[in-house]
């Protein structure tokens, strides 16, 4: 079945960057996308950006442009979010998701990633 | 950037009754818009896609319509098990949610 197993949660102080893993399995790695989305305490979802697990290739949404880096490894079916510079604002739930090449629907989660900014 | 609206934001309502939720796009879409169930401490859930397909394995009670930028999701009998927060997002330029709506039964 597909999983995407996240990283264990993170205590980050201000300025510093996390670096969040999701590895996926019960699939063919190449032929999906994934996308990392976050929610913050009794917020919505927002949507980070998109990594092609084939190429590599990435779309950030333009708030994070500079600040968010989304790598691949495909001898392990693993990726990464790496997020840098951060403050209180980017405590939140981190989630990566699979979606399909052709149509942008995230149809698996990961359980998600708790990331705590603190002083 | 597209924009993404939901109304009502909170909704409350009995078993057996049918509910709608609206999503309304800032710009046309067509039909680039799927629709999410969050469960209160759970992980969202890929309930509609392209507006008005049913994933796999949801419950026929779920549906979708609309295009270019009104859209509508309707529970057409609420069951307990539905008490969550619904989405919608849509993908015509890059991806965005809107802001949920939370369903709570009487």
């Known amino acids: 079945q597909v999983q995407l197993l996240q990283s264990g949660a993170e205590v980050k102080k201000p300025e510093a960057s996390v670096k969040i893993s999701c590895k996926a399995s019960?699939?063919?790695?190449?032929?999906?996308?994934i996308h990392w989305v976050r929610q913050a305490p009794g917020s919505g979802l927002e949507w980070m950006g998109i990594?092609?697990?084939?190429?590599?290739?990435?779309t950030y949404a333009q708030k994070f442009q500079g600040r968010v880096a989304m790598t691949r490894d495909t001898s392990t079916s693993t990726v990464y979010m790496e997020l840098s510079s951060l403050t209180s604002d980017d405590t939140a739930v981190y989630y990566c998701a699979r979606g399909p090449l052709l149509r942008l629907s995230l149809d698996y989660w990961g359980r998600g990633t708790l990331v705590i900014v603190s002083s | 950037d597209i924009q993404m609206t939901q109304s009502p934001s909170s909704l409350s309502a009995s078993v057996g009754d049918r509910i709608t939720i609206t999503c309304q796009a800032s710009q046309d879409i067509t039909n680039y818009l799927n629709w999410y169930q969050q469960k209160p401490g759970k992980v969202p859930k890929l309930l509609i896609y392209?507006?008005?397909n049913l994933e796999t394995g949801v419950p026929s009670r779920f549906s979708g319509s609309g295009s270019g930028t009104d859209f509508t999701f309707t529970i057409s009998s609420l069951q307990p098990d539905d008490i969550a927060t619904y989405y919608c997002q849509q993908y015509a330029n890059l991806l965005s949610f809107g802001p949920g709506t939370k369903v709570d039964v009487k």
């Open positions: 392209d507006a008005s």
């Open positions: 019960g699939y063919i790695f190449t032929n999906y996308q």
């Open positions: 990594i092609n697990a084939d190429g590599g290739s990435t």
